[in-house]
């Protein structure tokens, strides 16, 4: 059987329905992220903003990964040391 949940919209209470019914609310705006679901059986209330299976579609992307470039040296190997970039921009300037 598959989970049933009830919805608290300003303190009214709708249900019990299905994960796909709840989808379809979302998709026409009558779930919002503030909303509570509670699952039938259930005394614990969540906002629905925590079910990433109805607001998957609106989480941030992910953040990229801190890359740490390092500029090759003559030979075409990456060094640690790239002191001499420091000394060729001092001259530069």
């Given at each position: 059987?598959?989970?049933?949940?009830?919805?608290?919209?300003?303190?009214?209470?709708?249900?019990?329905?299905?994960?796909?019914?709840?989808?379809?609310?979302?998709?026409?705006?009558?779930?919002?992220r503030s909303n509570e679901l509670c699952r039938i059986g259930e005394d614990r209330w969540v906002l629905a903003a925590e079910f990433p299976e109805i607001f998957a579609d609106e989480l941030p992307p992910a953040a990229p990964p801190d890359l740490i470039v390092r500029s090759p040296n003559v030979a075409g190997n990456f060094s640690r040391d790239d002191s001499h970039l420091s000394r060729r921009l001092l001259a530069l300037s």
């Open positions: 059987m598959p989970d049933e949940w009830m919805v608290r919209v300003e303190g009214r209470e709708y249900g019990p329905v299905d994960l796909e019914t709840l989808r379809e609310w979302k998709n026409e705006g009558r779930l919002i």
